[in-house]
């Protein structure tokens, strides 16, 4: 049985060989290995079919069948996925593992549903942390007055002026050269992301405050998924639970490696960050955000979780 | 047959007109709000952080509407090799079915560009909090005013009313790259 | 059977004469139609095609250049080089390359550089007894400057379609040698021409008239400076120096020279709405276009078949530069780069060529198009002022375009002068 019956499409904005586009090829592998090469996964790397935010919709749309983004491109979709997303709300990358995984986990994964999409499994996206080319940033007072390049999100922004910096919108490709010229101070990402961009030849100052912990997400289409048998959605979810373990530790491997080569190049990572400051500085963002009883309680359990 | 082509023709002359309008306005105003951008950034050292998503919007709008007035004034660059060594007549027999293809686009633009903004109506522009159906809104009014205008076209060459522009070299100017 | 209906409906409704724009909504519907998918990721596509901020420099470029050849700033700088050294044997020539060159850094458009300075030049060299066909080619080729010297709409186009992850500033920057390379073999090409056919030179107007004229160019041409130093100095983006470019126009034609009245400035705008909204129809449409192409993986077919006919460098750029010239032939050269990049960029990335390079090398193999028959509109322009036909122009063009194939063939085979000159800057 070597030919697919059935080929189920997904997209990625990674490039190939990234932690998160092996992972589902690694549940491709399993699908096609237990359907006996009936259920076939493809995927499209490097936002082949566009970025998360239009895959997010072929997928709902039924255009596509699957989906890996995360969980900031879907706040304006899935309010929960905003709650969860709030920056410092996890104490380590242990933590965030706990609440995934257990039955808050569960409970997110449920409100995806009336959007089209059905979660399968919950990929790391490491800790973003700041950069700059000014200074190392220990306290808040450090980061007084820096323009920050973020990502268009609401959440973002809020906590960029709750640090007291300056968030600055701009193309991902402008970064490098604006770091270089001064049109920004930094911009905040992860450490495979501060290599493999180049940033860190142009700003060198990487503070490992971990503000944000945004899970990936890996989804299907309802309408592709209302296709397969009880039996094939088994073999499915089976599948991506492997591919979560395996693409966590892919993560945490290409997070070190990219830590020692950045360092090796001359980066200088600030460990000894007054962290407590950071977090009692996101009152502001936790009340503007933090709103329904619902959503209090979620943040309560999520910091209660151990 | 004639009157009513003649009566499209007036009202696709006025909206192609008030869209040439808008749209020139629209990018004079992006002009503007990148520089007040640039300006709050390096002036002020705070940076607007409404003026992406707003030019984006922006220019959305200019290019549907910029686009739809291509159709009605024909300039929308082609190649047109072929037409060029083939009898007038059948010349415009394939400039029908080409009108007609674009037709078919246009529709096609409108009803899906529809779906989309009523499908996106619930979600939310990140930072000028607009529901997400207002991005699809430029698509959806291109494709209302390209049926129409292209329609225009069409009924003028069935009823053999249709005068083709010449090009000349300010037409030339503008089918650059 | 979807290959054949994605491209097979493109290519019918080209020969038919239907905008390009729109060969490629139409033949991406009805594949996406075949396939049976819902048609909503075509108009999907189409929109988000467009929503990109990066894509704001293009009408601004287009928008600036408008102003500039309106508002007299072209004019004064062709005034300024023809001062300078018209003296030469074939002076008007060489004036006519210096003020392309020039008028290129500040303007990114090649048809309006060859309207433009065309549209000056050509009558005085052919009222001075240059042959209309040598002042149509010179103008011609040496309009292709402005496509290679920073700022470059098109370069930003290459930049978007390959993922919008090439930085726009490296590629500004690697434009520069390759396109003083091209001015100075035109020049020389120019020159040799001139002395075979024995036309005049200019007399030297004297330093003090050279220095006026300087001096009334000079609010002009220091947009160059004002760009390059701008981004440099950290003061904007390189794409928001387009709409520096726009402001600055503005501010010199109308407080400086005065020569932009209301009626000019709708004028402009109008015509920059009208030039631009084309374009970018046609960006949005190849999202579509492309989208079909990675769901059926024509880059990766393609990259297998060029394995296939070779696993050397050196002749895959060779295939894929005929390739370009070809389609240059009867295709714009922005639907091309926004076609094509996705299809090419994988393939040379696959056999270690520096994206950056090799969007200098596709931006000057499709300049070269856009001065071939039969879909060749910047000579067509200059055609069009000098009052000649394509083929008349055609007849002594050749020493000019294999002026421009040699620097081609240079800027391919020798990536440092592309890539210099960016990482000399990576480097400050
Ligand atoms: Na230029
Ligand atoms: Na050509």
Redesign the interface.
């Known amino acids: 049985s070597a030919e697919c019956e059935t080929t189920l ?1 997904s997209s990625d904005t990674h490039p190939d060989g990234y932690p998160t586009v092996e992972g589902v090829k690694a549940m491709a592998a399993e699908v096609k290995e237990k359907t006996g090469g009936r259920i076939c996964i493809e995927v ?1 790397p ?6 998360e935010k ?1 895959t997010i ?2 997928t ?4 596509i069948d699957m989906v890996r983004a995360s969980f900031g491109s879907f ?3 899935v309010p929960v996925t905003q709650t969860t997303s709030l920056p410092y709300l996890y104490r380590s990358e242990d933590h965030l593992h706990k609440v995934l995984d257990g039955p808050i986990g569960e409970e997110i994964a449920g409100q995806f549903a009336e959007h089209g999409l059905i979660p399968l499994a919950y990929y790391d996206g490491g800790a973003r942390n700041f950069y700059n080319s000014k200074q190392p940033i220990r306290t808040v007072e450090d980061l007084k ?1 820096m ?1 920050f390049r973020v990502m ?3 959440v973002f ?1 809020d906590m960029m002026s709750a640090l007291g910096a ?9 970064v ?3 770091i ?4 920004i101070d930094g911009a905040e990402n992860n450490f495979p992301s501060y290599d493999s961009s180049g940033h860190a ?1 142009v700003a060198k100052y990487f503070t490992l405050d971990q503000h944000l912990m945004v899970p990936e997400l890996v989804a299907v289409s309802k309408t592709s998924w209302e296709k397969l048998s009880p039996g094939d959605q088994e073999i499915m979810r089976t599948a991506a639970r492997n591919s979560a373990t395996l693409q966590r530790k892919l993560w945490a491997e290409q997070e070190k490696a990219s830590e020692e080569k950045v360092i090796a190049a001359g980066a200088e990572v600030v460990k000894d960050v007054d962290k407590t400051a950071f977090i009692e500085a996101m009152a502001p963002v936790y009340e503007k955000y933090v709103t329904t009883p619902e959503a209090r309680d979620l943040v309560k359990r999520i910091r209660e979780t151990q | 047959m004639l009157a009513g082509i003649a009566a499209l023709s007036r009202l696709n002359g006025f909206l192609s007109r008030v869209s040439l309008w808008l749209a020139g306005a629209g990018l004079v105003f992006m002009t503007l709000i990148v520089f007040a951008q640039v300006f709050m950034r390096y002036v002020m050292n705070d940076s607007l952080l409404w003026v992406e998503p707003v030019a984006i919007l922006l220019m959305s709008w200019f290019i549907f509407l910029g686009s739809a007035v291509g159709v009605h004034e024909s300039f929308h660059m082609g190649f047109d090799v072929l037409l060029f060594f083939l009898p007038d007549s059948a010349g415009n027999w394939l400039k029908g079915l080409s009108d007609l293809a674009v037709l078919c686009f246009a529709i096609g633009m409108a009803v899906y560009g529809w779906q989309l903004m009523v499908r996106t109506w619930g979600t939310t522009l990140p930072v000028i909090r607009l529901p997400g159906g207002f991005g699809y809104m430029p698509l959806f009014t291109g494709g209302v005013l390209m049926t129409l205008f292209v329609l225009e076209h069409l009924l003028q060459r069935l009823s053999g009313s249709r005068a083709e522009a010449q090009q000349d070299a300010e037409d030339i100017l503008m089918t650059e790259a | 059977m979807e290959y054949l209906i994605l491209f097979g409906v493109f290519t019918l409704l080209m020969l038919i004469g239907t905008p390009i724009a729109f060969c490629l909504g139409i033949s991406s519907f009805a594949t996406v139609v075949w396939l049976g998918l819902p048609p909503l990721v075509v108009f999907q596509r189409l929109s988000a095609g467009i929503s990109v901020f990066t894509l704001m420099a293009i009408p601004f470029f287009i928008f600036a250049g408008d102003l500039m050849v309106r508002g007299g700033i072209a004019g004064r700088i062709v005034r300024f080089a023809g001062s300078l050294i018209g003296h030469v044997r074939g002076g008007l020539g060489q004036v006519n390359i210096a003020a392309s060159t020039l008028f290129g850094g500040i303007s990114g458009s090649a048809v309006a550089e060859a309207a433009a300075v065309g549209g000056i030049m050509i009558p005085q060299m052919k009222e001075r007894g240059y042959g209309a066909d040598y002042a149509v080619n010179v103008t011609s080729m040496a309009a292709l400057i402005a496509l290679m010297l920073p700022p470059s709409h098109n370069m930003i186009i290459y930049s978007i379609s390959g993922g919008g992850r090439i930085s726009i500033a490296d590629l500004f920057t690697a434009g520069i040698i390759p396109g003083l390379l091209l001015a100075l073999a035109l020049s020389f090409t120019a020159w040799i021409v001139a002395v075979r056919r024995g036309y005049p030179t200019e007399p030297f107007p004297g330093l003090a008239k050279v220095f006026r004229f300087l001096l009334e160019s000079l609010p002009g041409m220091l947009l160059i400076a004002i760009i390059f130093g701008g981004v440099r100095s950290g003061i904007f983006t390189a794409t928001e120096s387009s709409c520096i470019a726009v402001i600055y126009a503005l501010l010199v034609t109308v407080l400086v020279y005065r020569s932009m009245s209301w009626r000019d400035f709708v004028h402009a705008t109008q015509q920059a709405v009208r030039t631009t909204s084309m374009v970018l129809l046609i960006i949005g449409m190849a999202g579509a276009f492309g989208w079909l192409m990675a769901y059926l993986h024509v880059a990766q077919i393609s990259l297998n078949w060029m394995r296939s006919v070779s696993d050397n460098p050196f002749v895959i750029l060779l295939l894929i530069n005929i390739v370009l010239l070809v389609l240059g032939t009867f295709m714009d050269m922005s639907p091309l780069i926004i076609i094509t990049t996705p299809i090419f960029l994988p393939v040379v990335s696959a056999f270690g060529i520096d994206p950056v390079h090799f969007g200098v090398i596709m931006i000057l193999n499709l300049g070269i198009g856009l001065n071939t028959p039969p879909l060749g509109p910047v000579q067509f322009v200059a055609a069009a002022v000098a009052r000649i036909s394509i083929w008349e122009a055609m007849r002594s063009v050749w020493p000019f375009y294999a002026a421009g194939l040699l620097v081609l063939m240079l800027v391919t085979y020798v990536p440092a002068l592309s890539l210099w000159l960016p990482a000399l800057f990576r480097g400050l």
Do not use: C, H, W
């Open positions: 499409r499209f490097s936002s082949q079919l566009g970025e239009d919709e072929q709902q749309f039924g255009v706040n304006d979709i007055g323009k268009q999100n609401d922004v300056n968030a600055t919108p701009m193309p991902y490709g402008e490098y050269s604006s270089q010229t001064g049109v030849e």
